[in-house]
T-cell receptor, first 110, second 117 residues
């Protein structure tokens, strides 16, 4: 069985500060990992994905994530937050079927 | 433009009523999915289909039904047996690939918000 835990249901950072959203996973097979972003009353949009190969994955809007097998983690980062980054972020694991974390709401303070 | 269209955007259900949420895709994807989203609970899988005329229950299928008569369409019916239907419903689709370890990116519609009158 696969599962995802997102640490922190709500993260607040200042504009220009580092964004760090935490995701830990559990998987009995080599995982496929995803980060999605959701703006209010909209569907989910793929930010980035890890399948195999390079463990540092770059996505859209300046986000990146690093797959760390030893820590079973796939944390999402962005060096400098922008007001437009305010949204809910979901980490997911799986192949045909995805298992989602509970989400982290990111707030950006001016 | 290719994409996934969900309708209606807002839907209200009366007591004892069945309602149907529409999901159409023109991405030529084989697989389609329905999720329910509640605040603080992430997305939970209701049903999914990997091929026309076939579908499987997800984690919370009770009180819901689906059909997959066409590749492009995967409607979800919320039946009167679903006692707590108020939620945001998301439809997604993906290509079913073989030989790649099954990795599939899911693309999402804009969602339908269902409320009870």
């Amino acid at each position: 069985a696969q599962s995802v835990t997102q640490l922190g249901s709500h993260v607040s950072v200042s504009e220009g500060a580092l964004v760090l959203l935490r995701c830990n996973y559990s998987s009995s097979v080599p995982p496929y990992l995803f980060w999605y972003v959701q703006y209010p009353n909209q569907g989910l949009q793929l930010l980035l994905k890890y399948t195999t190969g390079a463990t540092l994955v770059k996505g859209i809007n300046g986000f990146e994530a690093e797959f760390k097998k030893s820590e079973t983690s796939f944390h999402l980062t962005k060096p400098s937050a922008h007001m437009s980054d305010a949204a809910e972020y979901f980490c997911a694991v799986g192949a045909q079927k995805l298992v989602f974390g509970q989400g982290t709401r990111l707030t950006i303070n001016p | 433009d290719g994409g996934i269209t969900q309708s209606p955007k807002y839907l209200f259900r009366k007591e004892g009523q069945n309602v149907t949420l529409s999901c159409e895709q023109n991405l030529n994807h084989d697989a389609m999915y329905w999720y329910r989203q509640d605040p603080g609970q992430g997305l939970r899988l209701i049903y999914y289909s990997q091929i026309v005329n076939d579908f499987q229950k997800g984690d919370i299928a009770e009180g819901y039904s689906v059909s997959r008569e066409k590749k492009e369409s995967f409607p979800l019916t919320v039946t009167s047996a679903q006692k707590n239907p108020t939620a945001f419903y998301l439809c997604a689709s993906s290509i079913v690939r073989s030989g790649t370890g099954g990795q599939n990116i899911q693309y999402f519609g804009a969602g339908t918000r269902l409320s009870v009158l």
